[in-house]
């Protein structure tokens, strides 16, 4: 295989892209000046090199502890649940939550053979047993799909026998690309309206 | 005006329908059903006939694409609406577009078109399994009532994942987090059903009566899980109750047992005091108007939902009926019911009585001669 036919492999392999973008990717590239190339090369080897999930709540970080984890200013009484990383930007992005987050880096989903151990559970059951109460409420903001509420069931079921106080939002979270179109006050209004399970 | 690009025999070819309508007469093969199942396929974006989409595609090519413009009845003037879809076989991509864009799901595009469609394989509803009933009461509710179709997918999404939990042995606390979201959407589906049915009961009786000059046939609603006389809110709770009921059985069966998924829809025929089921003891004739009374409670309820009438395809729908069976039949379908009417025969005389007034098209090997 050529190079170039390995770049648009590569590229193709990126989520709604189809081998018709790929090689127009690929072409488009090679037409430019190369120091462009380089420099989206570097940025994606910066990514690789130091971008990891945060040791406590699995936030995109380039530290052991992600921004919003280790400022001492977040309420550690309320911990907000989200499906994928990039969910935490989105609510960030909408302003007004001051509390902490845990991601769990997937949902249940039986048919893709993916159960509680094979996404963020345990690790946020012991983040709750091990804070010895001073977690007062878990908001679960997994999405709207039918994936995310039977996980919100789910999570709620093993959470409130440790203590806190369980709540979902008012709708859950939109799912992957229509978060991308949802305004911050939606989600703040979703925040608001949260309600016990 | 229709556009046909490689869907089954038909080729390339751009067709202007008479606003009245069309009668088709060809030889068997020729590609009749072909015709009336690419038009039908833009109001439901699937083969009125079962068939795969892949198997849509003519043979050796890759993509097919149907376009049309519909002009419906209540906007005489208005500018037409073009419903598209296309199929590539090597990507399994289907896209659809009305008006050139893309709807946010295929869902939201169904049932633009506003069509009915009368087939041999009708039949099948009354005489085949429970699904057949139930995928009658799912197309015309989808076609007519907001927000069904996405309770349907969701009911069947959350049902696929709590029977594959149950399959690979999750602890029931895993297996069971799955009643809440199935609940909740069968809870939709149910009463959809509920009330399409007890509104449209009347009506089927009716036209049964009508057509068949005497006997007479009801329709009823049973679903698997008892909801008789509850409100509507009151289902979430009837299945809710009935997954806690069937836990045991449906950890031992591996599979979800009580549910819309079991739902029948029970057509019987009815002489005095005595009932019995069609699908069992009715006669070729007995079942065939059973489907007619069927297939025209459809049209009225798209009718209804649209506010115009809907385009009836007719695809050599009366093979079973004697002549004073039929005769009443085309009298219905003649009251302003439907709008254009496209009905196809293999020969001029086996054309009905209504294809009287209509143009004549023919067509031989796909290709069609107006
Ligand atoms: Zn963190």
Redesign the pocket.
Known sequence: MSVIQQLIKEFSRLPGVGSKTAQRFGYYLLKRPREEAFSLAAAICEVAEKIGP??????F?ETA??E???NPNRDEGTICIVEEAFEVGAIERAGGYRG??HVLGGRLSPLDGIGPDEISVRPLLERIRSADGAVKEVVVATNSSVEGEATAVYLEGVIRPLGPKVTRLARGLPVGSELEYVDGSTIVEALAGRREM | MLKLRLFRNLGDQELSFPPEGVAIIGANAQGKSNLLEAIYYLETFRSFRGARVEQLIAFGEDVFRVAGQVVSGNDVGGSPTEVAAAYEGSSRRRKVTIDGAEPERIGDAIGRLGAVIFSPADMGIVNGGPVRRRRFMDVALSLNEEGYLVALQAFRHALAQRNAALRSGQLEAVVRAWDEPLARSAATVMGARRRWVSEWRDAFRGYYEEVSGGDSATMTYVPKVAVDDLPDDGIYGACRNALDVRWAVDLRRKSTSAGPHRDELLLALVDGESAVEAREFGSGGQCRTVALALRLIEGDSIRRARQSAPVLLLDDAFAELDDARRERVLGLMGQDRFGQVIITAPKESDLPLQGDGLPRWGINNGQICA
Do not use: A
Not at chain 1, 54 to 59: A, D, L, P, Y
């Open positions: 945060c040791e406590v709540c699995g936030n970080t502890q992600c919003i984890c280790s902490l987050y």
